[in-house]
Protein backbone atom coordinates (compact mmCIF):
# COMPACT_ATOMS: atom_id res chain seq x y z
CA UNK A 1 0.00 0.00 0.00
CA UNK A 2 1.00 3.15 -0.73
CA UNK A 3 1.07 6.40 1.63
CA UNK A 4 1.95 10.21 1.43
CA UNK A 5 3.18 11.94 3.72
CA UNK A 6 3.84 15.44 4.47
CA UNK A 7 7.03 17.18 6.41
CA UNK A 8 5.87 20.06 8.42
CA UNK A 9 9.69 22.02 9.47
CA UNK A 10 9.49 24.56 11.90
CA UNK A 11 12.18 26.99 10.76
CA UNK A 12 13.16 28.22 13.48
CA UNK A 13 13.37 25.47 15.56
CA UNK A 14 15.58 23.99 12.75
CA UNK A 15 17.72 26.45 12.12
CA UNK A 16 18.11 26.33 15.67
CA UNK A 17 19.29 23.04 15.86
CA UNK A 18 21.06 22.99 12.76
CA UNK A 19 22.82 25.45 13.93
CA UNK A 20 24.12 23.70 17.16
CA UNK A 21 25.11 20.90 15.70
CA UNK A 22 27.05 21.73 12.79
CA UNK A 23 28.25 25.20 13.80
CA UNK A 24 27.79 26.95 10.86
CA UNK A 25 23.97 28.34 9.24
CA UNK A 26 22.20 25.83 7.53
CA UNK A 27 21.33 25.64 3.30
CA UNK A 28 19.13 25.09 1.11
CA UNK A 29 20.90 21.57 0.20
CA UNK A 30 20.61 20.81 4.37
CA UNK A 31 17.21 21.48 4.53
CA UNK A 32 16.38 18.56 1.86
CA UNK A 33 19.26 16.39 2.99
CA UNK A 34 17.40 16.56 6.43
CA UNK A 35 14.25 16.11 4.46
CA UNK A 36 15.81 12.93 2.61
CA UNK A 37 16.93 11.29 6.37
CA UNK A 38 13.40 11.81 7.66
CA UNK A 39 11.88 10.14 4.96
CA UNK A 40 14.56 7.12 5.35
CA UNK A 41 13.19 7.03 8.89
CA UNK A 42 9.78 6.68 8.20
CA UNK A 43 10.62 3.60 5.88
CA UNK A 44 12.27 1.96 8.20
CA UNK A 45 10.01 2.46 11.01
CA UNK A 46 7.38 1.02 8.77
CA UNK A 47 9.48 -1.78 8.15
CA UNK A 48 8.16 -2.26 4.56
CA UNK A 49 4.48 -3.07 5.77
CA UNK A 50 3.68 0.35 3.12
CA UNK A 51 5.43 2.20 0.45
CA UNK A 52 5.80 5.48 2.41
CA UNK A 53 6.40 8.23 -0.56
CA UNK A 54 6.56 11.72 -0.33
CA UNK A 55 4.07 14.59 -0.96
CA UNK A 56 4.86 18.40 0.10
CA UNK A 57 7.48 19.70 2.37
CA UNK A 58 5.69 22.81 4.41
CA UNK A 59 8.59 25.34 5.91
CA UNK A 60 6.87 27.65 8.28
CA UNK A 61 9.35 30.73 8.76
CA UNK A 62 9.10 34.66 9.07
CA UNK A 63 11.29 37.01 6.85
CA UNK A 64 14.08 38.81 9.00
CA UNK A 65 13.01 42.18 9.88
CA UNK A 66 13.67 44.61 7.53
CA UNK A 67 12.87 48.09 9.33
CA UNK A 68 14.50 50.72 10.69
CA UNK A 69 14.21 51.23 14.66
CA UNK A 70 15.78 53.28 17.09
CA UNK A 71 17.99 51.48 19.32
CA UNK A 72 18.57 52.38 23.52
CA UNK A 73 21.06 55.34 22.26
CA UNK A 74 18.15 56.66 20.03
CA UNK A 75 20.16 56.70 16.68
CA UNK A 76 18.70 54.71 13.92
CA UNK A 77 19.56 50.86 12.95
CA UNK A 78 18.62 49.72 9.38
CA UNK A 79 18.13 46.09 9.49
CA UNK A 80 17.47 45.81 5.77
CA UNK A 81 21.24 46.50 5.49
CA UNK A 82 22.31 43.78 7.26
CA UNK A 83 24.16 41.04 6.16
CA UNK A 84 22.08 38.54 7.91
CA UNK A 85 18.72 39.76 6.16
CA UNK A 86 20.28 39.25 2.95
CA UNK A 87 21.80 36.05 3.60
CA UNK A 88 18.03 34.72 5.44
CA UNK A 89 15.82 36.23 2.63
CA UNK A 90 18.53 34.76 0.17
CA UNK A 91 17.93 31.17 1.99
CA UNK A 92 14.14 31.21 2.19
CA UNK A 93 14.29 31.79 -1.33
CA UNK A 94 16.08 29.13 -2.60
CA UNK A 95 13.59 26.81 -0.40
CA UNK A 96 10.53 27.99 -2.34
CA UNK A 97 12.34 27.76 -5.63
CA UNK A 98 12.22 23.53 -4.76
CA UNK A 99 10.12 20.87 -5.54
CA UNK A 100 7.36 19.88 -3.59
CA UNK A 101 8.39 22.79 -1.26
CA UNK A 102 5.71 24.91 -0.15
CA UNK A 103 7.28 28.22 2.21
CA UNK A 104 4.83 29.15 5.16
CA UNK A 105 5.53 32.66 6.36
CA UNK A 106 4.63 34.80 9.25
CA UNK A 107 5.62 38.03 10.66
CA UNK A 108 8.56 38.91 12.49
CA UNK A 109 7.80 42.03 14.47
CA UNK A 110 9.76 44.39 16.66
CA UNK A 111 8.46 44.34 20.24
CA UNK A 112 11.37 46.19 22.19
CA UNK A 113 14.50 46.09 24.15
CA UNK A 114 16.11 43.30 26.56
CA UNK A 115 18.99 42.62 28.16
CA UNK A 116 21.37 39.57 27.18
CA UNK A 117 22.03 37.55 29.80
CA UNK A 118 25.33 36.76 28.69
CA UNK A 119 27.06 40.10 27.45
CA UNK A 120 24.86 42.47 29.97
CA UNK A 121 23.94 44.31 26.86
CA UNK A 122 20.53 45.57 25.16
CA UNK A 123 19.21 43.75 22.10
CA UNK A 124 16.17 43.95 19.64
CA UNK A 125 13.64 41.53 20.98
CA UNK A 126 11.42 40.27 17.72
CA UNK A 127 8.51 38.04 18.01
CA UNK A 128 6.68 35.33 15.22
CA UNK A 129 3.37 36.10 14.65
CA UNK A 130 0.62 33.54 12.74
CA UNK A 131 3.61 30.82 11.96
CA UNK A 132 2.34 28.52 14.65
CA UNK A 133 -1.60 29.60 13.66
CA UNK A 134 -0.52 28.87 9.89
CA UNK A 135 1.17 25.28 11.30
CA UNK A 136 -1.82 24.20 13.28
CA UNK A 137 -4.22 25.22 10.56
CA UNK A 138 -2.48 23.38 7.54
CA UNK A 139 -2.69 20.05 9.93
CA UNK A 140 -5.87 20.14 10.73
CA UNK A 141 -6.58 20.81 6.93
CA UNK A 142 -4.36 17.99 5.90
CA UNK A 143 -6.45 16.01 8.39
CA UNK A 144 -9.44 16.66 7.04
CA UNK A 145 -9.19 16.43 3.50
CA UNK A 146 -6.99 13.28 3.76
CA UNK A 147 -4.76 14.61 1.45
CA UNK A 148 -1.83 12.46 2.99
CA UNK A 149 -1.79 9.39 5.28
CA UNK A 150 1.39 10.82 7.29
CA UNK A 151 2.71 13.83 8.95
CA UNK A 152 6.38 14.47 10.27
CA UNK A 153 7.20 17.26 12.36
CA UNK A 154 10.01 18.34 12.87
CA UNK A 155 9.33 21.01 15.33
CA UNK A 156 9.81 20.68 19.37
CA UNK A 157 6.88 23.36 19.96
CA UNK A 158 4.75 21.87 22.83
CA UNK A 159 2.15 24.30 21.26
CA UNK A 160 1.26 21.82 18.55
CA UNK A 161 -0.37 19.35 20.52
CA UNK A 162 -4.28 20.48 19.67
CA UNK A 163 -3.56 20.25 15.99
CA UNK A 164 -1.76 17.09 16.45
CA UNK A 165 -4.55 15.59 18.93
CA UNK A 166 -7.19 16.77 15.90
CA UNK A 167 -5.07 15.18 13.13
CA UNK A 168 -4.63 11.46 15.03
CA UNK A 169 -8.60 11.61 15.67
CA UNK A 170 -9.34 12.35 11.60
CA UNK A 171 -6.61 8.89 10.83
CA UNK A 172 -3.82 10.68 10.02
CA UNK A 173 -0.12 8.86 12.06
CA UNK A 174 1.65 11.63 13.45
CA UNK A 175 5.82 11.17 13.57
CA UNK A 176 8.10 13.36 15.42
CA UNK A 177 11.71 14.54 14.41
CA UNK A 178 13.47 16.38 16.94
CA UNK A 179 17.01 16.61 15.68
CA UNK A 180 18.23 15.03 18.60
CA UNK A 181 16.60 17.98 21.22
CA UNK A 182 14.68 17.02 24.82
CA UNK A 183 11.09 16.15 23.97
CA UNK A 184 8.53 16.95 26.26
CA UNK A 185 6.58 14.43 28.06
CA UNK A 186 3.30 15.94 27.00
CA UNK A 187 4.25 16.70 23.27
CA UNK A 188 5.87 12.76 23.06
CA UNK A 189 2.30 11.39 24.36
CA UNK A 190 0.61 12.56 21.43
CA UNK A 191 2.58 11.39 18.57
CA UNK A 192 2.48 8.03 17.21
CA UNK A 193 6.31 8.04 16.36
CA UNK A 194 9.49 9.81 17.80
CA UNK A 195 12.20 9.11 14.87
CA UNK A 196 15.64 8.85 16.20
Known amino acids: MTTKVNILIDGGFFWQCFKKINKRNPQPKDV ?14 TNGETEDILFRVFYY ?11 VAGNSVDYSVSTGYAMKNKYLDALCAMDRFALRLGELSFTGWKQDIYSKQMKPDFKQKSVDMKFGLDMATMAT ?17 APIKFAR ?4 LIY ?3 MGNPIKQSLRGHCDYVLK
Open 32 to 45: WQTVNDVMALVKRQ
Open 61 to 71: DCRPFGGTIKD
Open 145 to 161: KHTVDKIVLIAGDSDFI
Open 169 to 172: KEGL
Open 176 to 178: LYS
